[in-house]
């Protein structure tokens, strides 16, 4: 990707992500909880994505091979949805899709954590959960907890998510007012977003599966595309929010934002500082 002096190179390459989104429209199929499945849909149809909320164990075999990336969201999980997320995440390892993991709530009882450190064993290609998801996590322990919302804010959790990204060899993203990503090595923090985003309920569900969404395009490089994923969402909210008078409003302008986002709004609003 060409880097112009000057500019930095995080604008350029996240326009290209969502250019090319835009052009390909990859197939992300979403196991997710009850509350996200519309905002999920929408965001992903908005940005560029086709979205596909298919979640029975019976259709995974035909279905998740003509997928381009799994989402797999643990948020309302029942002990009879666990199979179909262990085997779509199966099937997406064995025809070399990239699959994202949202341990949404995974504080919230011990059968969940379990589910989701099983999940881990399948080898998710990113992960991203907030501060308080993140920490649970990586402790493997449930801890005090709040269920969807976080305790934490994301840089209490940057000890945690690179010790979960070196364990579990995922990408491992923590949202917040500075939503970081690491490797276990590099990090990056992606600094765009309005905190009113909390107050949207599944905005975190929604950009878990724009993840995906910017992973299928360039599995190689999850760690860049999981970056300009969170940057464009943030982008689209602080945009929303110029138009938006409270929660239900910036969901619809996040929405409008993110299918208008321009070349000029995207290169020059995307933050995230270059670290030397
Ligand atoms: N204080 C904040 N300032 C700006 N953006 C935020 C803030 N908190 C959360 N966000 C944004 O809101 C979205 C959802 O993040 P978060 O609320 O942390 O996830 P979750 O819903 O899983 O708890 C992300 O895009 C994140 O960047
Ligand atoms: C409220 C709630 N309860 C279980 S899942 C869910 C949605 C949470 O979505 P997000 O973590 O993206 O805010
Ligand atoms: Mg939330």
Redesign the pocket.
């Known amino acids: 990707m060409a880097e112009q002096e000057g500019i930095n190179p995080w604008g350029s390459k996240s326009w290209t992500y969502l250019s090319s989104l835009r052009q390909q429209s990859p197939l992300i199929q979403c196991i997710t909880n009850l509350v996200s499945m519309d905002l999920m849909a929408n965001t992903l149809l908005a940005a560029g994505a086709s979205p596909a909320m298919v979640h029975s164990v019976r259709e995974i075999p035909e279905f998740t091979p003509h997928t381009q990336a799994v989402l797999i969201n643990v948020g309302t999980l029942t002990p009879d949805w666990l199979p179909a997320m262990k085997a779509a995440a199966g099937v997406a390892n064995v025809y070399g899709k990239p699959w994202v993991l ?1 341990p ?1 709530a995974v504080g919230a009882s011990s059968f969940r954590l379990n589910a989701c450190l099983e999940l881990i064993e399948l080898q998710p290609t990113v992960i ?6 993140i920490i649970s996590l990586s402790t493997a322990s449930i801890g005090s907890t709040k269920g ?3 305790l934490h804010e ?1 840089s209490d959790a940057a000890d945690a998510a690179k010790a979960l990204a070196k364990s579990s060899g995922s990408i491992v993203a ?6 970081m990503v690491t490797d276990g090595e590099r990090v990056v923090g ?1 600094c ?4 009113m ?2 107050k ?9 599966a724009l993840i995906a969404a910017f992973v299928a395009l360039d599995p190689a490089n999850a760690f860049e595309a999981t970056a300009a994923a ?1 940057s464009v ?2 982008l689209a ?1 602080e945009i929303g929010m110029g138009m938006a008078n409270g929660p239900a409003s910036l969901r619809m302008h996040l929405i409008d934002s993110l299918h208008g986002l321009d070349e000029e709004s995207v290169v020059h609003g995307v933050n995230i500082p270059s670290i030397s």
């Not at 991203?128 to 998801?133: F, I, L, T, V």
């Not at 765009?192 to 905190?195: Q, R, Y």
């Not at 949207?200 to 878990?208: D, E, L, Y």
Request: proline fraction near 3%.
């Open positions: 949202d949404a991203r959960g907030n501060g308080s998801e969807a919302d976080s994301s923590v949202s917040g007012s500075v939503d992606a765009n977003g309005v905190p985003m909390q949207i309920t599944a905005s975190g569900c929604a950009v878990t969170l969402f943030g909210g």
